[in-house]
């Protein structure tokens, strides 16, 4: 099966096989990466246009630096300057950046349902950066790929995603991919932590770390996302990481050869104890920052196949 997708608007919408297409072809990408020479000219010709109304310094540079080694032409709004913030809306917004005729755009949005909506109202090719508490696909696909890469294989693992898992698009996501992938997920964290209708996930729920890290093979854990809180979810950052940060001892229920997974950017000493960040032997956070543009390179390489695609097929159809 061949990636069909018009748009990476979500993880929700893929297939499995397309899953593994866009991993495979991350995979030679990683491999261009460490070469001398890192340039491709698979988007040679093409407009990129990133639009991040929120801020972000990891994916906005990863997306900038893939979109540049593949050859397109990169341009970075910078929508905290834009009309926007004169009252224009998102769909005036995209009207008008359709009129331009890009052909990728990459939006990152406070909002979920931003990006799909922008997406119905432009020609081109749309990437979900993130949209609100919805989803953050490439995040997803970065940590899948990370996870094959380490382990050999994406299937039949147990994962523990933890901390705030109520107010994160990256444990969406990731929920949505290691599911299709027939891996056996846990939630770990506190109950005020959790979403609603947390059964309907279909995952194992754990309030106590020991508990929810015992043998599993990858232990992810996540920022608390305090600009999405309005309440006091949790007594104080120290008690927060006495009961649910990574430390040493925590990691020591895990299986000897599990891996530590963290999105960023990470908040020592409230998530994760430093010295475990910067283990070697199991942290393989910098290994996600590597395959972040790798997989964003697949996925517009990926985007602008189908692109030129439906532009020949409908000069086929005019002729």
Request: aromatic share 4%.
């Amino acid at each position: 099966m061949s990636f069909t997708q018009k748009h990476l608007l979500g993880i929700e919408p893929l297939h499995p096989m397309e899953i593994t297409a866009i991993l495979d072809l991350a995979d030679q990408y990683v491999d261009l990466n460490r070469r001398e020479q890192k340039h491709s000219d698979a988007l040679q010709g093409l407009t990129q246009i990133n639009m991040f109304f929120e801020n972000s310094t990891r994916t906005q540079a990863s997306f900038e630096l893939a979109g540049k080694r593949l050859g397109a032409d990169v341009m970075n709004m910078a929508m905290q300057a834009s009309s926007i913030k004169k009252g224009e809306t998102l769909i005036d917004t995209a009207l008008t950046l359709n009129a331009m005729h890009p052909d990728l755009l990459v939006v990152r949005h406070p909002h979920s349902g931003a990006v799909d909506l922008l997406a119905q109202k432009v020609n081109c090719a749309v990437l979900n950066a993130g949209d609100g508490k919805h989803e953050h696909p490439t995040q997803a696909l970065l940590d899948a790929l990370t996870i094959r890469r380490a382990k050999g294989r994406l299937h039949r693992l147990n994962i523990a995603i933890c901390g705030d898992i109520a107010h994160s698009r990256v444990a969406r996501s990731n929920l949505i991919l290691l599911g299709k992938m027939e891996n056996r997920v846990r939630l770990v964290g506190p109950p005020t932590l959790m979403p609603s209708q947390i059964d309907q996930f279909g995952v194992e729920v754990y309030h106590d770390m020991e508990e929810g890290l015992k043998d599993v093979d990858v232990v992810m854990m996540l920022r608390l996302q305090k600009e999405r809180m309005d309440g006091g979810f949790i007594p104080s950052e120290r008690e927060y990481y006495h009961r649910y940060g990574l430390d040493a001892e925590k990691l020591s229920h895990a299986k000897d050869d599990a891996i530590v997974m963290h999105p960023g950017p990470m908040n020592r000493g409230v998530e994760i104890d430093g010295t475990i960040a910067d283990d070697i032997n199991r942290s393989v956070i910098q290994e996600q920052v590597e395959m972040g543009v790798a997989v964003r390179m697949a996925a517009m390489d990926l985007l602008a196949r189908n692109l030129r695609a439906a532009l020949a097929a409908t000069k086929d159809v005019e002729v």
